[in-house]
């Protein structure tokens, strides 16, 4: 349990510091993204863990990794602004 965790913490923050490192320029504050990275994959391992058990180490850190991706793409930005086009018919 104890090497779940850990991995799965590491796991997050490893996705996050990829993702923050890729695209800096649609995240917030770096310490926000890391955190949040991490904290999805300890959710994601506890959430995984809980729903199926003993199911195995690889099973877990897929898991953790599912929802750590999944939490960290909720801070991104649009990339631009966003155009609105008015038709010239009515």
């Known amino acids: 349990m104890f090497l779940?965790?850990?991995g799965s913490a590491i796991l997050g923050l490893a996705l996050?510091?990829?993702v923050a490192y890729r695209l800096p320029h649609r995240l917030?504050?770096?310490?926000l993204v890391l955190s949040?990275?991490?904290a999805g994959g300890l959710f994601g391992a506890f959430l995984t863990h809980t729903a199926l058990g003993s199911a195995?180490?690889?099973?877990?850190m897929l898991g953790a990794t599912a929802v750590a991706a999944a939490s960290v793409s909720l801070l991104l930005r649009p990339a631009?602004?966003?155009?609105?086009?008015h038709s010239a018919t009515v």
């Open 4 to 6: 779940e965790a850990l």
């Open 16 to 18: 996050a510091w990829a």
């Open 28 to 31: 917030p504050v770096r310490s």
């Open 36 to 38: 949040t990275g991490v």
């Open 56 to 60: 195995g180490f690889l099973t877990v």
């Open 80 to 85: 631009g602004r966003l155009r609105r086009h």
